[in-house]
T-cell receptor
Framework: DVKVTQSSRYLVKRTGEKVFLECVQD?????MFWYRQDPGLGLRLIYF???????EKGDIPEGYSVSREKKERFSLILESASTNQTSMYLC?????????????FGPGTRLLVL | RKEVEQDPGPFNVPEGATVAFNCTYS??????FFWYRQDCRKEPKLLMS???SGNEDGRFTAQLNRASQYISLLIRDSKLSDSATYLC?????????FGAGTRLTVKP
Protein backbone atom coordinates (compact mmCIF):
# COMPACT_ATOMS: atom_id res chain seq x y z
CA ASP A 1 0.00 0.00 0.00
CA VAL A 2 1.40 3.36 -1.02
CA LYS A 3 2.00 5.75 1.80
CA VAL A 4 2.66 9.46 1.42
CA THR A 5 3.16 11.40 4.62
CA GLN A 6 3.38 15.11 5.26
CA SER A 7 5.15 16.60 8.23
CA SER A 8 2.26 18.63 9.59
CA ARG A 9 -1.54 18.55 9.26
CA TYR A 10 -1.98 22.14 10.44
CA LEU A 11 0.44 25.05 10.57
CA VAL A 12 0.05 28.67 11.64
CA LYS A 13 2.80 31.07 10.60
CA ARG A 14 3.33 34.81 10.51
CA THR A 15 3.88 36.93 7.43
CA GLY A 16 7.55 36.93 6.46
CA GLU A 17 8.43 33.65 8.15
CA LYS A 18 10.24 30.91 6.25
CA VAL A 19 8.10 27.79 6.11
CA PHE A 20 9.18 24.23 5.39
CA LEU A 21 6.69 21.56 4.35
CA GLU A 22 8.06 18.04 4.19
CA CYS A 23 6.74 15.10 2.20
CA VAL A 24 7.93 11.50 2.31
CA GLN A 25 6.80 8.53 0.23
CA ASP A 26 7.67 4.91 0.82
CA UNK A 27 7.03 3.36 -2.58
CA UNK A 28 10.26 4.29 -4.38
CA UNK A 29 8.31 6.52 -6.77
CA UNK A 30 10.30 8.60 -9.20
CA UNK A 31 7.85 11.47 -9.42
CA MET A 32 6.78 13.82 -6.68
CA PHE A 33 4.54 16.87 -6.79
CA TRP A 34 3.42 19.79 -4.66
CA TYR A 35 -0.03 21.29 -5.17
CA ARG A 36 -2.10 23.85 -3.40
CA GLN A 37 -5.86 23.53 -3.26
CA ASP A 38 -8.17 26.50 -2.86
CA PRO A 39 -11.99 26.62 -2.99
CA GLY A 40 -13.30 26.93 -6.53
CA LEU A 41 -9.83 26.65 -8.06
CA GLY A 42 -9.07 22.98 -7.67
CA LEU A 43 -5.54 21.70 -7.37
CA ARG A 44 -2.81 23.86 -8.85
CA LEU A 45 0.68 22.54 -9.42
CA ILE A 46 3.46 24.46 -7.70
CA TYR A 47 6.55 22.34 -8.43
CA PHE A 48 7.32 18.78 -9.40
CA UNK A 49 10.32 16.52 -9.55
CA UNK A 50 11.04 13.47 -11.71
CA UNK A 51 14.28 12.50 -10.02
CA UNK A 52 16.62 13.27 -7.17
CA UNK A 53 18.01 16.80 -7.34
CA UNK A 54 15.72 17.55 -10.23
CA UNK A 55 12.91 20.10 -10.08
CA GLU A 56 10.55 21.74 -12.52
CA LYS A 57 8.22 24.68 -12.09
CA GLY A 58 4.53 24.08 -12.22
CA ASP A 59 1.83 26.64 -12.87
CA ILE A 60 2.29 28.80 -9.76
CA PRO A 61 5.91 28.59 -8.52
CA GLU A 62 6.24 32.22 -7.45
CA GLY A 63 7.04 32.56 -3.77
CA TYR A 64 7.97 28.87 -3.44
CA SER A 65 11.05 26.72 -3.83
CA VAL A 66 11.62 22.98 -3.48
CA SER A 67 14.32 20.52 -2.59
CA ARG A 68 14.73 16.85 -3.50
CA GLU A 69 17.95 15.56 -1.98
CA LYS A 70 16.66 12.01 -1.57
CA LYS A 71 14.28 10.02 -3.74
CA GLU A 72 11.72 9.55 -0.99
CA ARG A 73 11.61 13.15 0.23
CA PHE A 74 10.34 16.31 -1.45
CA SER A 75 10.30 19.56 0.50
CA LEU A 76 8.35 22.72 -0.26
CA ILE A 77 9.76 25.98 1.04
CA LEU A 78 7.95 29.29 1.39
CA GLU A 79 10.83 31.75 1.49
CA SER A 80 8.80 34.55 3.05
CA ALA A 81 5.24 33.55 3.85
CA SER A 82 2.45 35.86 2.78
CA THR A 83 -1.25 35.83 3.61
CA ASN A 84 -2.15 34.79 0.05
CA GLN A 85 -0.25 31.57 0.66
CA THR A 86 -2.85 30.48 3.18
CA SER A 87 -4.08 27.27 1.62
CA MET A 88 -4.22 23.49 1.73
CA TYR A 89 -0.93 22.02 0.47
CA LEU A 90 -0.97 18.53 -0.97
CA CYS A 91 2.01 16.40 -1.84
CA UNK A 92 1.70 13.53 -4.31
CA UNK A 93 3.91 10.84 -5.74
CA UNK A 94 3.59 8.61 -8.76
CA UNK A 95 5.36 6.03 -10.83
CA UNK A 96 5.14 5.24 -14.50
CA UNK A 97 5.53 1.53 -13.82
CA UNK A 98 2.87 -0.36 -15.70
CA UNK A 99 2.43 2.52 -18.12
CA UNK A 100 -0.34 4.19 -16.18
CA UNK A 101 0.39 7.14 -13.98
CA UNK A 102 -1.66 7.31 -10.81
CA UNK A 103 -0.92 9.97 -8.25
CA UNK A 104 -1.06 9.12 -4.56
CA PHE A 105 -1.61 12.01 -2.21
CA GLY A 106 -0.50 12.77 1.30
CA PRO A 107 -3.06 13.90 3.89
CA GLY A 108 -2.39 17.57 3.23
CA THR A 109 -1.12 20.47 5.31
CA ARG A 110 -3.49 23.32 6.10
CA LEU A 111 -1.36 26.43 6.33
CA LEU A 112 -2.64 29.67 7.80
CA VAL A 113 -0.45 32.74 7.36
CA LEU A 114 -1.36 35.62 9.66
CA ARG B 1 -11.09 29.17 -19.75
CA LYS B 2 -10.07 26.46 -17.31
CA GLU B 3 -8.43 23.36 -18.76
CA VAL B 4 -10.79 21.05 -16.91
CA GLU B 5 -14.29 22.22 -16.09
CA GLN B 6 -16.83 20.61 -13.83
CA ASP B 7 -20.20 21.63 -12.48
CA PRO B 8 -19.34 22.47 -8.86
CA GLY B 9 -22.74 21.37 -7.58
CA PRO B 10 -23.65 20.71 -4.89
CA PHE B 11 -25.71 17.72 -5.92
CA ASN B 12 -28.07 16.68 -3.13
CA VAL B 13 -29.68 13.33 -3.80
CA PRO B 14 -31.60 10.74 -1.76
CA GLU B 15 -30.17 7.33 -1.03
CA GLY B 16 -30.71 4.96 -3.91
CA ALA B 17 -30.74 7.69 -6.55
CA THR B 18 -28.69 7.65 -9.71
CA VAL B 19 -26.53 10.70 -10.24
CA ALA B 20 -24.29 11.75 -13.11
CA PHE B 21 -21.36 14.17 -13.18
CA ASN B 22 -19.91 15.73 -16.28
CA CYS B 23 -16.51 17.13 -17.07
CA THR B 24 -15.08 18.84 -20.15
CA TYR B 25 -11.43 19.38 -21.00
CA SER B 26 -9.85 21.81 -23.41
CA UNK B 27 -6.65 20.07 -24.54
CA UNK B 28 -7.45 17.63 -27.34
CA UNK B 29 -4.01 16.01 -26.93
CA UNK B 30 -4.89 14.74 -23.45
CA UNK B 31 -3.96 11.11 -23.10
CA UNK B 32 -5.46 9.62 -19.97
CA PHE B 33 -8.37 10.41 -17.73
CA PHE B 34 -9.36 9.71 -14.16
CA TRP B 35 -11.96 10.33 -11.51
CA TYR B 36 -10.67 11.00 -8.00
CA ARG B 37 -12.75 11.20 -4.86
CA GLN B 38 -12.00 13.62 -2.05
CA ASP B 39 -13.71 13.42 1.33
CA CYS B 40 -14.08 16.54 3.45
CA ARG B 41 -10.70 17.63 4.83
CA LYS B 42 -8.97 14.61 3.32
CA GLU B 43 -6.69 14.01 0.37
CA PRO B 44 -7.90 13.02 -3.11
CA LYS B 45 -7.87 9.31 -3.83
CA LEU B 46 -8.15 7.56 -7.15
CA LEU B 47 -11.67 6.31 -7.77
CA MET B 48 -11.23 4.96 -11.26
CA SER B 49 -9.47 5.47 -14.56
CA UNK B 50 -11.59 6.29 -17.59
CA UNK B 51 -11.08 4.27 -20.75
CA UNK B 52 -12.18 5.09 -24.27
CA SER B 53 -14.56 2.17 -24.38
CA GLY B 54 -16.15 3.17 -21.08
CA ASN B 55 -15.69 1.16 -17.92
CA GLU B 56 -17.62 0.07 -14.91
CA ASP B 57 -16.62 -0.65 -11.32
CA GLY B 58 -19.56 -1.85 -9.29
CA ARG B 59 -22.05 1.01 -9.03
CA PHE B 60 -19.73 3.43 -10.85
CA THR B 61 -19.57 3.85 -14.61
CA ALA B 62 -17.17 6.17 -16.39
CA GLN B 63 -17.45 7.28 -20.00
CA LEU B 64 -15.11 9.19 -22.28
CA ASN B 65 -16.01 11.00 -25.47
CA ARG B 66 -12.78 12.17 -27.10
CA ALA B 67 -14.53 13.89 -29.99
CA SER B 68 -16.51 16.10 -27.62
CA GLN B 69 -13.70 16.21 -25.00
CA TYR B 70 -16.15 15.11 -22.38
CA ILE B 71 -15.95 12.70 -19.45
CA SER B 72 -18.76 11.47 -17.26
CA LEU B 73 -19.22 9.55 -14.04
CA LEU B 74 -22.46 7.77 -13.22
CA ILE B 75 -23.22 6.53 -9.72
CA ARG B 76 -26.11 4.11 -9.35
CA ASP B 77 -27.93 3.24 -6.14
CA SER B 78 -26.24 6.06 -4.19
CA LYS B 79 -25.08 5.33 -0.66
CA LEU B 80 -24.59 7.77 2.20
CA SER B 81 -20.90 6.91 2.01
CA ASP B 82 -20.73 8.26 -1.57
CA SER B 83 -20.97 11.81 -0.18
CA ALA B 84 -17.74 13.48 -1.25
CA THR B 85 -16.26 15.76 -3.87
CA TYR B 86 -15.47 14.12 -7.19
CA LEU B 87 -12.51 15.45 -9.14
CA CYS B 88 -12.11 15.01 -12.87
CA UNK B 89 -8.44 14.63 -13.84
CA UNK B 90 -6.89 14.82 -17.28
CA UNK B 91 -3.31 13.81 -18.05
CA UNK B 92 -1.02 14.73 -20.93
CA UNK B 93 2.67 13.82 -20.83
CA UNK B 94 2.58 13.38 -17.06
CA UNK B 95 1.04 16.81 -16.62
CA UNK B 96 -2.09 16.14 -14.57
CA UNK B 97 -4.83 18.75 -14.66
CA PHE B 98 -7.52 18.71 -12.02
CA GLY B 99 -11.03 20.03 -12.16
CA ALA B 100 -12.27 22.01 -9.17
CA GLY B 101 -14.58 19.15 -8.23
CA THR B 102 -18.27 18.36 -7.99
CA ARG B 103 -19.69 18.05 -4.53
CA LEU B 104 -22.17 15.26 -3.84
CA THR B 105 -24.30 14.85 -0.73
CA VAL B 106 -26.40 11.71 -0.41
CA LYS B 107 -29.20 12.08 2.13
CA PRO B 108 -31.19 9.41 3.97
Amino acid sequence: DVKVTQSSRYLVKRTGEKVFLECVQDMDHENMFWYRQDPGLGLRLIYFSYDVKMKEKGDIPEGYSVSREKKERFSLILESASTNQTSMYLCASSSLAGGQETQYFGPGTRLLVL
Amino acid sequence: RKEVEQDPGPFNVPEGATVAFNCTYSNSASQSFFWYRQDCRKEPKLLMSVYSSGNEDGRFTAQLNRASQYISLLIRDSKLSDSATYLCVVNRNNDMRFGAGTRLTVKP
